[in-house]
């Protein structure tokens, strides 16, 4: 298994309070990404990062924003959080970009009450 | 633009029957395909890939393989078990998308019963 952790793994947080989620890698891959998973939308990508300070939006970045200091570490936060991003994220590293697989952490959980 | 479109779920299953799982994309250039599997309570898991036409991508019994000319990578097992049960996800990333990532179906939950 490709060394990625997340944490927390469940979040309970209540709305208009700031969120972060976090990241770690242990593979030393240049891509990171965030999705967010819905029933009936299947994985969204947030925002995703092709190295250190560089990042750049998905489809559904707004109320969302990163950050990425070290290769190794990408984080996620809800700068207020509302009941709407009551969702599973996941975060997932790759080598490259284009035509690369990529690979999966376990998930954070979070309600927004 | 690019994706994916894969069919609706769920299909359920009698152990040992065949599995077909529809996915059909759209493309410009030519497209790295990839089958991803979540099990419940899990992160998705690469399950098998083809990055070019007519390759055939395997693995624990599954098969697709990679059709330009229908533009599909359908998923196909021959006999199904109950662990096989998890939700099951198409997805491309498109060599003519520089950094942009894996484009997702919404995936097909699968239900095998014994």
């Known amino acids: 298994d490709a060394g990625i952790t997340q944490s927390p793994r469940h979040k309970v947080t209540e709305t208009g309070t700031p969120v972060t989620l976090r990241c770690h890698q242990t593979?030393?891959?240049?891509?990171m990404y965030w999705y967010r998973q819905d029933p009936g939308h299947g994985l969204r990508l947030i925002h995703y990062s092709y190295g250190v300070k560089d990042t750049d939006k998905g489809e559904v970045s707004d109320g969302y924003s990163v950050s990425r200091s070290k290769t190794e570490d990408f984080l996620l936060t809800l700068e207020s959080a509302t009941s709407s991003q009551t969702s599973v994220y996941f975060c997932?590293?790759?080598?490259?970009?284009?035509?690369?697989?990529?690979?999966f952490g376990p998930g954070t959980r979070l309600t927004v009450t | 633009g690019n994706s994916v479109t894969q069919m609706e779920g769920p299909v359920t299953l009698s152990e040992e029957a065949f599995l077909t799982i529809n996915c059909t994309y759209t493309a410009t250039g030519y497209p790295s395909l990839f089958w991803y599997v979540q099990y419940p309570g899990e992160g998705l898991q690469l399950l098998l890939k083809?990055?070019?036409?007519?390759d055939k991508g395997s693995n624990k019994g599954f098969e697709a393989t990679y059709r330009k000319e229908t533009t599909s990578f359908h998923l196909e097992k021959g006999s199904v078990q109950v662990s096989d049960s998890a939700v099951y996800f198409c997805?491309?990333?498109?060599?003519?998308?520089?950094?942009?990532?894996?484009?997702f179906g919404k995936g097909t939950r699968l239900s095998v019963i014994a």
């Open positions: 997805a491309l990333t498109a060599r003519n998308s520089g950094n942009t990532p894996l484009v």
């Open positions: 083809a990055t070019k036409a007519d």
């Open positions: 997932a590293i790759s080598e490259g970009g284009q035509g690369y697989e990529q690979y």
């Open positions: 593979e030393n891959h240049r891509y």
